[in-house]
Structures are given as structure tokens and as C-alpha cells.
């Protein structure tokens, strides 16, 4: 059907020891632990699209029809490696470097992490193929249309909650829509944005595909029968992956990128934890600085409450105060009037003789007004 990819080393299709679909107990894993590998681990995705009926099955199921202008029938591999341009430049690795047999070319690119300039790198990965295609120069009409297909294992891309788990980008007139412009085209499949826990929701051929690549540990046998129900190109790749045997280099290779993969991981939980811990220190001291301003808030009114009642209080005391001092007043000028000695009056009253003084000359002339007498000692 196509050429084998020359960089990806083939896999084995013929392993003895390779498990097989337990037909007994449909709950059984269809492949074990030990057997069992991330297929989007950057050599376990090359190996597994390295295969031609799993890469054309892949673009009819994924890739629209407006897009490829038929089926795929026929795929073959071409150099990963794109050289700099120009040579001080940098030069480009394709995942997966492809054409069919209409020469439309398809890129395949599994990205599992955003990184910086991630749009404008897939970009520069289609211009650099549309424009490094051998025509006689000046043939312009022969160009070849190229499709990148990038399978997005991270969440927030496209950054829109109305773009689907599959979106198509390509150039089109603002107005009538028309894709005059058509030699490059881009298909984005987001493992993130399918929402689906079981196989029972499965639905298109697509959702099969996004299920597989989703898979964190092998599945149960039945669920495996149910995904592959109808869907020939999930079925070979399941099958590829099953199978699938390493060399001791790439067994390095896979188990460092798990190693990076968790590490990473990890790293989000703490830095995710930190963050955390920081908004909890942050929450506190408002909380402390809250809580100190509500105190001084109610230690104020209370201070408030509390003078108003001391004052009360020393209005009061000074009030009874007062008016014990006017009973003597009007004892004293009572007695002053009756002729009884000053002596008496002052050991009566409490009194000074200073102020009896002063009750004689303002007794016939004014009411007492005790407010112009001091304070009793």
C-alpha cells in the first residue's frame, strides 16, 4: 500500500509472546501491564503511524473530505528532517512526513505539551514543506496541497470553548467564504476537549481514535471489542500497539520520556500546590488584617458604649455630688438666717467658713446659686 517511513525502524508484527484478547473473562485487560505502552510517547506514536493502512485510516477518519478532495488510498513515506533555511537557520523534524497518492502531502505532529510560539511553529512547519517542492521552477500549478494534523495532548488549545475537540483552519475569503487559497490547511485534534468516559459513548470514527490516544493503561477486552466495532483503522492500530517490541535504545528512550513526562507532572502538583499555599497566606494574613480592623471596629464602639455609660455613670455621681452640696447650701442659710453660730454651721455642714462669708452677703440679695460657690472640699 506505501513505502515504510525509512527514519522510524518498523515494528514487529510476529511476536509469540504478544497477549491476545482473553475470550473467557471480557473484564480482563487486552493487553497487560508489562505489554502495555503510552502511544503518545514521542517513539511509540512514530512506531505506530510508522505503519501505512494505521496512517491512511487515520486521515479519511480525521481529516474532512473538503480537505483531502478523496480517499486516501495509497500513503508513502517521505525525510522526516527538513534542512536550516538558510543554512544558519534551523532545520525541522517532522513526526511523521507523508504524501498519498494524489501527492497531497499530510504532516502528522503529536504535541503534548504548550509550548511558547506553538501556532506560529505549525505554521512555519507547513510553509517550509509547501515551499520545498521539486517543480520545474516557475511550474507554480503543480504545487501539491499540505495538511498538518496535529494531535493535542494538553488542554486550552484552541483557547475557545466553541472549537471542538477537531477544528479545521484554513484561508478563506471573509465574505463568500471560499477557500481560494488552498494550499495549505490545518486539522487540530484535542484530546482534552472530547468529553467521553466510557466506550458506549463513542459515536464517529474520530472519538475512536481520540479514545485510543487517551489511553493511560490497556483497556478491558470488551471494551475493546466495542471500540473497534466498525472502526477498521482503531482496530490495527490496537492491534500494532499489542504487538509492539522495542530495541533496548528505544526502551531507554520511552522509559526517559516517562520519566520527563513525570517529572512534569510534578511539577505542575507542586507548583500548583505552592500556589495554593501561597493564596492560603495571602487569605490568612486578610483574614488577620480583617479581622484586626473588625476589633478596632468593635473595640471602638465598645470604647464608645463604654464611655458613654462612664459618663453616665460620673454625670450621675457628680449630679447626687452636686446636689448634696445645694442641701448644704440651703441648710447653712437656713441656720445663717436663725442667728445659730457660725461654728455650729460648719461642723453641721461641712462647710467652710469662707463660703458662710459669702452665703451672708448674697442671702438678701439673690436666690443661692450654688454654680458660683467651689467645690466642697
Not at 478532495?69 to 543554512?87: F, R
Request: charged share 30%.
Amino acid at each position: 500500500m506505501g513505502d515504510e517511513n525509512p527514519n522510524v525502524p518498523y515494528m514487529n508484527e510476529g511476536n509469540p509472546n504478544a497477549p491476545h484478547m482473553n475470550e473467557e473473562d471480557p473484564n480482563a485487560p487486552y493487553m497487560d501491564e508489562a505489554s502495555f505502552k503510552l502511544p503518545t510517547i514521542d517513539n511509540i506514536f512514530k512506531n505506530l503511524m510508522n505503519c501505512p493502512e494505521v496512517l491512511v485510516s487515520f486521515i479519511n477518519d480525521v481529516v474532512p473530505m473538503e480537505i483531502r478532495g478523496e480517499e486516501v488510498t495509497e500513503i508513502s513515506y517521505l525525510p522526516n528532517d527538513q534542512p536550516a533555511e538558510p543554512p544558519d537557520g534551523k532545520g525541522l523534524i517532522y513526526d511523521v512526513h507523508s504524501v498519498a497518492q494524489n501527492g497531497r502531502k499530510y504532516i502528522v505532529e503529536m504535541q503534548r505539551r504548550a509550548t511558547p510560539g506553538f501556532v506560529n511553529r505549525t505554521q512555519i512547519y507547513v510553509a517550509r514543506c509547501h515551499s520545498r517542492q521539486h517543480v520545474v521552477p516557475l511550474d507554480f500549478e503543480n504545487l501539491k496541497n499540505v495538511t498538518l494534523i496535529v494531535i493535542a495532548d494538553f488542554g486550552g488549545f484552541p483557547d475557545d470553548k466553541r472549537i471542538g475537540y477537531i477544528s479545521i483552519h484554513k484561508t478563506e475569503e471573509s465574505v463568500t467564504r471560499l477557500n481560494l487559497f488552498n494550499g495549505m490547511s490545518y486539522v487540530f485534534v484535542n484530546l482534552k476537549k472530547l468529553k467521553i468516559k466510557s466506550v458506549k459513548e463513542i459515536k464517529t470514527p474520530t472519538q475512536g481514535w481520540i479514545y485510543f490516544f487517551r489511553q493511560k493503561k490497556p483497556i478491558r477486552s470488551k471494551d475493546f471489542k466495542d471500540i473497534i466495532d466498525g472502526n477498521w483503522g482503531v482496530q490495527i492500530i490496537f492491534e500494532k500497539l499489542k504487538g509492539l517490541t522495542l530495541s533496548e535504545e528505544q526502551k531507554i528512550r520511552y522509559e526517559a520520556s516517562l520519566k520527563r513526562k513525570q517529572d512534569a507532572k510534578n511539577t505542575r502538583k507542586l507548583d500548583k500546590a505552592k500556589r495554593m499555599a501561597d493564596g492560603n497566606e495571602m487569605a490568612l494574613a486578610d483574614a488577620i488584617k480583617i479581622g484586626f480592623a473588625d476589633g478596632n471596629e468593635k473595640g471602638k464602639a465598645e470604647g464608645i458604649k463604654k464611655g458613654l455609660a462612664d459618663g453616665n455613670e460620673k454625670g450621675l455621681a457628680d449630679g447626687i455630688k452636686i446636689g448634696k452640696a445645694e442641701e448644704k447650701y440651703v441648710l447653712a442659710r437656713n441656720l445663717l438666717n436663725e442667728g445659730v453660730p457660725d461654728k455650729i454651721i460648719t461642723t453641721a455642714t461641712g462647710l467652710v467658713q469662707e463660703i458662710l462669708n459669702m452665703l451672708r452677703v448674697v442671702n438678701r440679695i439673690n436666690p443661692i446659686d450654688i454654680s458660683s460657690f467651689p467645690t466642697m472640699v
